[in-house]
């Protein structure tokens, strides 16, 4: 739990597999409220990812670059393990729509209750960015889709250059 005597970091942890608009607006917006915001990027996430640890970590750190207090980074095992590590006192996270409800809330009280726990804030999507997640972004460009307003520039041109074929190649793996 949050004490007045605790550094004010925290830490917005995710997958990123890519940075979209969504996750930035809220990256901005947290970072509007805690003078340190460490991004932290899985390294063994559930799903299969697209992006390798350093393709998500440095399109972070590109995107992120301007917004001051954040520090892009990477971490594996129990994140209150590694919040604790990085001497935060809280977890940030978006939420979308209400299906996330469910999900983060539970995240949010495991990761309560485990040993050193820590609490969780939730920041609500700004409406225009309600409706993207980053599964919707390689779904769409797999199909052939634009996704130029669902991400920044720097994951355009990255996933560009992966390309659809070898996209819908990686995730049939
Ligand atoms: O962007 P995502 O895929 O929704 O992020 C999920 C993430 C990384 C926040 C979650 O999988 C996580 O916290 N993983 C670390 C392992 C862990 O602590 N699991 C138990 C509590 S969630």
Redesign the pocket.
């Known amino acids: 739990m949050i004490r007045r005597s605790d550094p004010m970091i925290a830490v917005y ?4 597999d890519p940075v979209t608009n969504g996750h930035l607006d809220i990256i901005r917006r947290a970072a509007a409220y805690y003078p340190r915001l460490v991004v932290a990027v ?1 390294t063994n ?2 799903k299969k990812p697209l992006l390798s640890v350093k393709q998500r970590a440095d399109l972070l750190r590109e995107v992120c670059a301007t917004i001051a207090g954040v520090e892009v980074d990477c971490f594996d ?4 393990d590694y919040v604790r590590k990085k001497k935060a006192s809280l977890i940030v996270k978006g939420l979308r729509i209400v299906s996330d409800f469910e999900y983060e809330f539970s ?1 949010a009280l ?2 309560r209750h485990l040993p050193g726990g820590v609490d969780t804030m939730f920041l609500p999507a700004s409406l225009e960015y309600a409706h993207i997640s ?1 599964s919707s972004v390689r779904e769409v460009f797999s199909l052939g889709g634009d996704i130029s307003d669902f991400v920044p520039q720097a994951v355009l041109r990255t996933m560009k250059r992966i390309g659809r074929h070898g996209l819908t190649r990686k995730r049939s793996r």
Do not use: E
Request: aromatic share 6%.
């Open positions: 942890p995710g997958s990123f899985v996430p559930s095992g129990l994140l209150v995240m495991l990761n980053s």
